[in-house]
């Protein structure tokens, strides 16, 4: 079994900081991608940020510039390091862990709440 640990979230002014963390634990062959999702009330989720287990990053238009996802391979996290906070920032956010085992599976976190009052 796998589990994701999310840490990090909580209540933060506008153009303020947050860093997220999400742990993998558990029987791991290989970690690939890893990243996050958000849902705000009333919205469908989507992708903010991803990276491959080679560093590789992909980041939602709207976080472009402001959010920066990193990795410590070593120590199977991911980081969502988030900058100049807004308000429409505000979503519950997920991380996910693409995990090969006996075939690649998908994990996600238990989700972290971020809200960014203005």
């Known amino acids: 079994q796998v589990q994701l640990v999310e840490s990090g979230g909580g209540l933060v002014q506008a153009g303020g900081s947050l860093r997220l963390s999400c742990a993998a634990s558990?029987?791991?062959?290989?970690?690939?991608?890893m990243g996050w999702y958000r849902q705000a009330p009333g919205k469908q989720r989507e992708l903010v940020a991803a990276i491959t287990s080679g560093g590789s990053t992909n980041y939602a238009d709207s976080v472009k510039g402001r959010f920066t996802i990193s990795r410590d391979n070593a120590k199977n996290t991911a980081y969502l390091q988030m900058n100049s906070l807004k308000p429409e920032d505000t979503a519950v956010y997920y991380c996910?862990?693409?995990?090969?085992?006996?075939?690649?599976?998908?994990?996600w976190g238990q989700g972290t709440q971020v809200t960014v009052s203005s």
């Open positions: 558990g029987t791991i062959f290989r970690l690939n991608a």
């Open positions: 996910y862990a693409d995990v090969s085992r006996s075939i690649l599976s998908r994990y």
